[in-house]
């Protein structure tokens, strides 16, 4: 694969891993019990300057993309859902955030190893290791996108209840 191959796949996984984890964001704000945006329906924070103040809420939450999914299978498992959303995306995603990426021999497939924190002897354990092939890239984003599916048909499914009083509460609590 030549580096502007890598490229192009590592830029749509990347993309594909931002999608889901906006999406998950979106589900949890859907939720009768999401803390509210504080921002008035229509209103473009795309235009927000830096520094501006927001409440926190599920958009704005500073919870990583595995608090996300452990949330969101929660509330999918509460609703009876039987599918739920891979955590090892989790570690793709911090692979791809953390790893080393590099090849032996130019022209190669390009590899990705992450490392886990140094023990108390200095020693650390390799804990991602793969070549990162077009049909790896490939696999990868079928993943992440079969995940994206489930939460798009848990929020179409929400949404399908016209009338809020059918929805349980109990049933979406944590």
């Known amino acids: 694969m030549t580096f502007d191959n890598h490229a192009l796949n590592l830029g749509k996984l990347v993309g594909n891993l931002h999608s889901l984890e906006f999406i998950l964001r979106a589900f949890l704000q859907k939720l009768p019990d999401a803390r509210p945006t504080g921002v008035a329906w229509g209103v473009d924070i795309y235009l927000f300057p830096i520094d501006t103040e927001l409440a926190e809420s599920e958009l704005t939450s500073f919870d990583s993309l595995d608090d996300l ?26 692979a791809l955030a953390h790893g080393r990426v590099s090849t032996v021999v130019e022209g190669d ?46 929020i179409e499914a929400m949404e399908s209840f016209k009338d809020p009083s059918k929805i349980d509460p109990l049933s979406l609590d944590e």
Do not use: C
């Open 69 to 94: 999914i452990k949330k969101v299978n929660k509330k999918l498992s509460h609703q009876k859902m039987p599918a739920q959303i891979d955590r090892t995306l989790v570690e793709l995603r911090d």
């Open 109 to 154: 497939p390009l590899r990705i190893l992450k490392f886990s924190k140094p023990n108390h002897d200095g020693r650390v354990r390799i804990t991602y290791n793969q070549v990162m092939s077009e049909e790896w890239f490939s696999e990868q984003r079928e993943r992440v996108f079969q995940s994206i599916k489930i939460v798009a048909n848990a």
